[in-house]
């Protein structure tokens, strides 16, 4: 039952590695499959590869593979461009015509009746396992300690990089700061910090520079590429609009209706105030 | 039983497929798992229908040389993506010439 349930997810998930562009989506995918299959483990009476699937498998393993892809950049997506003409049919083909062979060869066997594991697991999968692991299977254990070690070492040789220039020192940063004054006029100080603005103080608005224009440098370059940038000089005008409407309130008499007030309100995009806002923001 | 075999076979020619298509290093790198998990599933499969655990072993061996496998392959491909600011394995054909 478990497994007609799972053996279509199964192959629907493996199908979709071959066609999903992104390789995050394949991972994904491929984790589906991972952890189906130690669902069938479960049924084939194998808990104890069951746990080692889950663990091993789709803990460790499809965790590493979505660390490199992340180190490799996670927008990579597959070219459509073919380097060898018909590949792509000649490997469907190919890939139909092994899986036909493949799946009537299996079908035409007559594999017997089913010993099933009961016998074998009576005192526990795992205890049974670690019997035959440590007697008859024990070189072979051991030489698998060998091999992982070989691939621990070969991971780090492979992802070392030698440092072919010697590390900048503070005292290097600092030096190459000033020059970069004396050369370029560059500031050497910190960069300003953004604007603060009386409705809006956020990263995304820039500081005003005295004379009232935008200072570029005080908001981050990622912003800036997004094109999330805030405009200051439209901030600075909702300062003066607020000033203006302080300043009609003074001149008015404080016991006229306020909606008979010249309707004020704010920037386009910004959302409107009513004089009671700045009346509030007066009380302040 | 026969099912769980077919299963193992239609996966293992999905990966076969996957391995021959793909282009992205670390997709046919998941085909190739994909691949083993499909033989390791025929092994405890066959562990069942014959009523020792030598498959289920196998299995676990299997899954160990997978692991180390997948380590050297990703450190492999990373390597190559730093020379060569590319995953696809059409960029890594310098021995072909």
Redesign the interface.
């Known amino acids: 039952m478990t497994f007609w349930i799972l053996a279509p997810i199964m192959v629907v998930a493996a199908l979709g590695i071959l066609f999903v562009r992104k390789a995050v989506h394949a991972a994904l995918l491929l984790a589906v499959v991972m952890i189906s299959l130690a669902f069938l483990y479960a049924v084939l009476d194998a808990p104890f590869l069951f746990a080692v699937q889950i663990i091993v498998y789709t803990g460790a393993i499809l965790m590493l593979f979505l660390f490199v892809m992340m180190l490799i950049g996670v927008d990579a997506t597959d070219s459509v461009v073919e380097t060898i003409r018909g590949q792509r049919a000649m490997a469907v083909v190919l890939g139909l015509l092994f899986g036909t062979t493949l799946v009537l060869g299996v079908s035409q066997v007559t594999l017997g009746t089913v010993v099933g594991l009961d016998e074998a697991n009576a005192g526990g999968n795992v205890p049974a396992i670690a019997n035959i692991l440590f007697s008859r299977y024990v070189f072979a254990f051991e030489a698998t300690s060998a091999l992982l070690i070989t691939a621990a070492l070969g991971a780090m040789v492979l992802a070392h990089r030698e440092r072919l220039t010697p590390k900048a020192t503070q005292a290097d940063l600092a030096a190459q700061r000033i020059r970069d004054f004396a050369e370029h006029g560059k500031h050497p100080g910190p960069l300003p910090s953004p604007g603060v603005y009386a409705r809006h103080n956020a990263v995304d608005t820039p500081a005003l520079l005295p004379d009232g224009t935008a200072a570029e440098s005080s908001v981050s370059r990622v912003l800036a590429a997004r094109g999330t940038v805030r405009s200051a000089p439209a901030m600075a005008d909702d300062i003066d609009d607020v000033r203006r409407q302080i300043a009609g309130f003074e001149a008015q008499d404080p016991t006229t209706d306020p909606a008979a007030m010249p309707e004020t309100s704010g920037k386009a995009g910004a959302p409107a105030h009513t004089t009671e806002d700045v009346r509030k923001d007066v009380d302040q | ?7 193992s ?10 391995v ?5 290093a ?2 046919v ?3 190739v ?2 691949m083993l ?1 499909a033989c ?2 025929a092994f ?2 066959f ?8 498959g ?2 196998t ?3 299997v ?10 392959g ?6 190559i ?2 020379t060569r600011r590319s ?2 394995v ?1 960029d890594a054909s310098l021995l072909k010439y």
Do not use: K, P
Not at chain 2, 1 to 7: A, D, E, G, I, K
Not at chain 2, 20 to 24: A, E, P
């Open positions: 039983m026969t099912q769980y075999v077919v299963l076979a239609i996966l293992f020619t999905i990966g076969c497929v996957g021959l298509t793909r282009r992205n670390i997709v790198f998941m085909c798992e994909l998990n390791n599933l405890v499969a562990a069942r229908q014959h009523g020792n655990l030598d289920q072993i299995a676990f061996f899954m160990v040389v997978a692991a180390a496998e997948v380590v050297i990703l450190a492999i491909i990373m390597t993506f730093r995953a696809s059409d």
